[in-house]
């Protein structure tokens, strides 16, 4: 087999203010065709089979004006530059001792078909990608194995050090995070009361079938109710993954020194209107504590960590499967198109491109 | 000297939406005058000589539909019960074998000419006020060396942990709170820079003379550049007085993993109108931690604390005087009118009601 020359790849084209595009006169995105350089020592080259589909990725896009780029945990992505995206590839040709042709490997390989990467460079990231037991795919890597596992985990058991016997409630509950939560809370940290928030009643139904003892519809009228009740004298612990009016709503259904660890704030990445905080009051009087976290700050021990989740999966602790990912198939020329799913609230678990 | 058998007070009439009034057709408060109980085994009887006027009054008197009670750290006034406020009073009569006739004492006095207490009661919160060297007026206690100055100690060493060397922003820094943090950061933890945030420049001149390196006016129509120019890369801990767009824009002005003591949020005390917090995505981004916080929570350790205050008087690292308080000379009728100017923003330091 011949190794490819040239590469297709997604670039930067211009920021998006509002939801990106492509393939309209407001182009966010453009394909071109680059020459792909010859194996320096220490690179590998890479062609990507899955691509992760992140909501961190449409912070890195943002117009300049619109974003202070020392204040972002990752550098924005240059115009003219590769869509940044985390990916799961195989090594067809290595200048790298730690890696041969046949490998699998994890790693920032962006919106490229073929990526020559420095396997050294920390940036990239690349790390071998070893089987999964009991048939997993592989691709939940990029999932409930990978970074939005160790979200979870480490947005529950460290950020807010959630104890046995503790009362936890978990947005975005549907979500490739917010659903680990919900094992990990109930299967691994002994969570008393664990109660998802999530945008269907097919995901709700979906999220209880994970062991949340209840979900709740956010998109029902009755909503703002239904979690008063559901949270009866408060709870300890709400792990955040939207931010906004949901977050307001837990501000007044948090116990005295509840603890809120802040993941996301999903609703405001697309420029949509910022709602009022009626309830921060309930901060002070009630002593909470919301704490913000990035998983990137926890690196260090992911490898670890994610050797404890595949241990609660082999447990059966946690449940990891095809309900927490939806692997879509993709034309190259279609990566933003499945990319733009994640703004449409329709996903279940992690959303994968497979190229 | 014969004893007192009958009290004015102003009883809590009607449960304000917005601001309180009085003497007008939709009175909050009301003049009563009432029977004094003769004392039982345990009992003291006071003289209200002053009154504190603090903020939080103001949550102990809204409407039940505004409220939870549950969620309040300290339960709201009944209607036709005296409003409650701490005071400094003279026993006149002693039924207490800790107490006698003379004694200068703090205690929850409420807005009353003489009570009865008894001063074994948690809520009355009786505790004999010795008094304090060179020649500070007793009415400190009130604030200073008393709920204010232990606010902003447990605030600031407590609650955020301030170290020597950290950037400090405080928000109503001309206010009780807000004058005792800036120079305890300065003078006792060792802060290596101190932005106060006030209403005025007279205020902001003040602020500065306490010790402040700079202190910006909010109300200045460049408030917002100015702030983010004096905050620079960055700082480390924000002392928040006032919530609302205030701590809107700190939240884009911290460095990563900056901690913020949440004290009070008053622009939301009266209805006003709710901004949206259009930076919260900083507490992810930046790994940022609120923690609430009230006084009450630390007063097992008080008494100590407010020795250690003494002691920074003594030692020249804070100065209280004149100018940490307003004290009001308040016919009794006129109690409510002079809380009020709580909520006008004109006050310099703790504004005391002298009876």
Same mark, same amino acid.
């Given at each position: 087999?011949?190794?490819? *020359?040239?590469?297709?790849?997604?670039?930067?084209?211009?920021?998006? =203010?509002?939801? %990106?595009?492509?393939?309209?006169?407001?182009? =966010?995105?453009?394909?071109e065709t680059h020459d792909l350089p010859a194996l320096s020592a220490n690179q590998i080259l890479v062609q =990507?089979?899955?691509?992760?589909? &992140?909501?961190?990725?449409?912070?890195?896009?943002? %117009? %300049?004006?619109?974003?202070?780029?020392?204040?972002?945990?990752?550098? %924005?992505?240059?115009?003219?530059?590769?869509?940044?995206?985390?990916?799961?590839?195989?090594?067809?040709?290595?200048?790298?001792?730690?890696?041969?042709? @046949?490998?699998?490997?994890?790693?920032?390989?962006?919106?490229?078909?073929?990526a020559v990467l420095d396997a050294g460079d920390p940036a990239a990231g690349v790390r071998k990608a070893s089987e999964l037991p009991g048939g997993l795919s592989v691709t939940h890597y990029l999932g409930a194995l990978g970074g939005t596992g160790l979200t979870a985990w480490y947005g529950l058991v460290e950020v807010v050090g959630c104890r046995s016997g503790e009362r936890v409630v978990v947005s975005g509950a549907a979500g490739a995070t917010g659903s680990m939560v919900v094992q990990i809370a109930k299967g691994v940290v002994g969570a008393s009361y664990v109660v998802g928030i999530a945008g269907s009643e097919e995901k709700c139904r979906w999220v209880e079938s994970l062991g949340a003892d209840k979900c709740l519809n956010y998109k029902s009228a009755t909503f703002e109710a239904d979690l +008063?009740?559901?949270?009866? &004298?408060?709870?300890?612990?709400?792990?955040?993954?939207?931010?906004?009016?949901?977050? &307001?709503?837990?501000?007044?259904?948090?116990?005295?020194?509840?603890?809120?660890?802040?993941? @996301?704030?999903? =609703?405001?990445?697309? @420029? /949509? #209107?910022?709602?009022?905080?009626?309830?921060?009051? &309930?901060?002070?009087?009630?002593?909470?504590?919301?704490?913000?976290?990035?998983?990137?700050?926890?690196? #260090?021990?992911? #490898? /670890?960590?994610?050797? +404890?989740?595949?241990?609660?999966?082999?447990?059966? +602790?946690?449940?990891?499967?095809? /309900?927490?990912? *939806?692997?879509?198939? *993709? #034309?190259?020329?279609e990566i933003p198109g499945t990319w733009l799913r994640l703004f449409e609230g329709g996903n279940q678990g992690k959303l994968v491109t497979k190229l």
């Amino acid at each position: 087999m011949s190794l490819p *020359t040239k590469t297709r790849q997604w670039i930067l084209a211009s920021h998006p =203010t509002g939801l %990106p595009t492509y393939g309209t006169r407001t182009d =966010t995105f453009a394909l071109e065709t680059h020459d792909l350089p010859a194996l320096s020592a220490n690179q590998i080259l890479v062609q =990507t089979l899955y691509l992760s589909n &992140d909501p961190a990725q449409r912070g890195w896009i943002s %117009p %300049p004006s619109q974003i202070d780029p020392k204040r972002l945990y990752v550098p %924005p992505v240059q115009l003219g530059h590769a869509m940044r995206a985390r990916g799961l590839g195989r090594v067809l040709a290595s200048q790298n001792g730690n890696f041969a042709a @046949g490998d699998l490997v994890q790693a920032t390989l962006n919106w490229v078909e073929y990526a020559v990467l420095d396997a050294g460079d920390p940036a990239a990231g690349v790390r071998k990608a070893s089987e999964l037991p009991g048939g997993l795919s592989v691709t939940h890597y990029l999932g409930a194995l990978g970074g939005t596992g160790l979200t979870a985990w480490y947005g529950l058991v460290e950020v807010v050090g959630c104890r046995s016997g503790e009362r936890v409630v978990v947005s975005g509950a549907a979500g490739a995070t917010g659903s680990m939560v919900v094992q990990i809370a109930k299967g691994v940290v002994g969570a008393s009361y664990v109660v998802g928030i999530a945008g269907s009643e097919e995901k709700c139904r979906w999220v209880e079938s994970l062991g949340a003892d209840k979900c709740l519809n956010y998109k029902s009228a009755t909503f703002e109710a239904d979690l +008063k009740e559901a949270c009866g &004298d408060g709870v300890d612990v709400y792990f955040d993954n939207v931010g906004g009016q949901i977050l &307001d709503h837990m501000l007044a259904n948090m116990k005295q020194h509840g603890r809120i660890a802040a993941c @996301g704030a999903i =609703t405001s990445y697309n @420029g /949509e #209107a910022v709602l009022p905080m009626k309830n921060y009051f &309930d901060v002070v009087s009630m002593r909470l504590q919301i704490k913000g976290f990035i998983v990137l700050d926890f690196m #260090a021990k992911a #490898a /670890e960590t994610v050797g +404890k989740l595949v241990g609660a999966v082999q447990e059966g +602790k946690i449940r990891v499967g095809e /309900e927490n990912e *939806t692997v879509v198939q *993709t #034309a190259f020329e279609e990566i933003p198109g499945t990319w733009l799913r994640l703004f449409e609230g329709g996903n279940q678990g992690k959303l994968v491109t497979k190229l």
